[in-house]
């Protein structure tokens, strides 16, 4: 009896140390591994000229957001369980999770943090865009940004911003399609409120002096303008936590951000309501 009792021990030992529970990492990469392979499988659909209906569109779509979902999620279970290890720190920056994640995940991920994290720019920048979203949010003063107008000469947000009148932000780039799409509505609604307590600030991501002032031309834009003329690297970016374009802050007469992300009928119907 006592060596069956052995044996059967025995086994159940052998049998727990060949049943390898899998770490975080090696979850986390599972999901992604099958977000790409489904990616993959529907890039070779569409390549061979299969044609998808409305309805499996939709399922397509679903199936993606929720792969990509759980892809996130079981990232930042890692990266929460091991982000004071370098090699999680590693993937953390390389996979560039610190842009990737909404800011309730990173804040998870950085109270986590150890001192030896702390001290690298990684935590850093991360840190910082954090900060940036979250005081970019309505309820926040708003922050200035120093740049150039089209004549060379500097201009600063806060020569309209608080002043008393409200001020609309608009980040646009020449070369941006959908900010051109929107430009004949900023267009129209400067005309009808210009004289009704009311400014648009543009902020230009162009690359360059020409295309940004070629595109005030084409497109008939005469309220102020400032630029660093640095594409996504302008300093505005990241100041506003501005992830694409176009995207807009409205500003109350005190200087405070009421509104972020307005566009199209919400912009106008907004503009309508404090511009009685």
């Known amino acids: 009896m006592k060596r069956t009792i052995y044996v059967l021990c025995l086994l159940m030992a052998l049998t727990a140390a060949c049943t390898k529970v899998p770490s975080d990492y090696e979850v986390a990469q599972a999901s992604e591994a099958a977000l790409a392979a489904f990616e993959a499988d529907i890039a070779a659909r569409q390549a061979s000229g299969e044609a998808f209906t409305a309805e499996i569109e939709q399922q397509l779509r679903a199936k993606y957001d929720s792969l990509r979902e759980q892809t996130k999620v079981d990232y930042v279970r890692y990266f929460e369980n091991n982000i004071n290890d370098t090699t999680a720190q590693r993937i953390f920056g390389e996979a560039k999770w610190n842009l990737r994640l909404d800011i309730d995940r990173l804040q998870a991920i950085l109270e986590k943090a150890g001192d030896a994290f702390k001290s690298t720019e990684l935590y850093q920048k991360t840190a910082e865009r954090v900060y940036n979203v979250q005081s970019s949010t309505p309820g926040h003063l708003f922050k200035d940004i120093v740049a150039q ?77 400032m630029s660093h003329c640095a594409f996504w690297e302008s300093p505005g970016v990241s100041l506003y936590a501005v992830e ?28 309508a309501e404090v511009l009685k």
Do not use: H
């Not at 608009?170 to 210009?194: H, Q, T």
């Not at 694409?244 to 503009?271: M, N, S």
């Open 149 to 225: 107008s089209p004549d060379g000469k500097e201009i600063k947000l806060s020569d309209y911003a608080g002043k008393g009148k409200y001020v609309l932000v608009d980040f646009w780039a020449s070369w941006c399609p959908p900010c051109r799409a929107e430009m004949p509505l900023l267009v129209e609604l400067y005309k009808k409120y210009k004289g009704k307590n009311f400014e648009i600030v543009g902020y230009s991501l162009d690359r360059n002096e020409a295309d940004w002032k070629k595109g005030l031309t084409d497109l008939k834009m005469t309220w102020p303008q």
């Open 244 to 271: 694409g374009i176009p995207c807009t802050f409205l500003i109350d007469p005190q200087g405070i951000i009421i509104e972020r992300g307005l566009r199209g009928e919400a912009l106008a119907a907004k503009l």
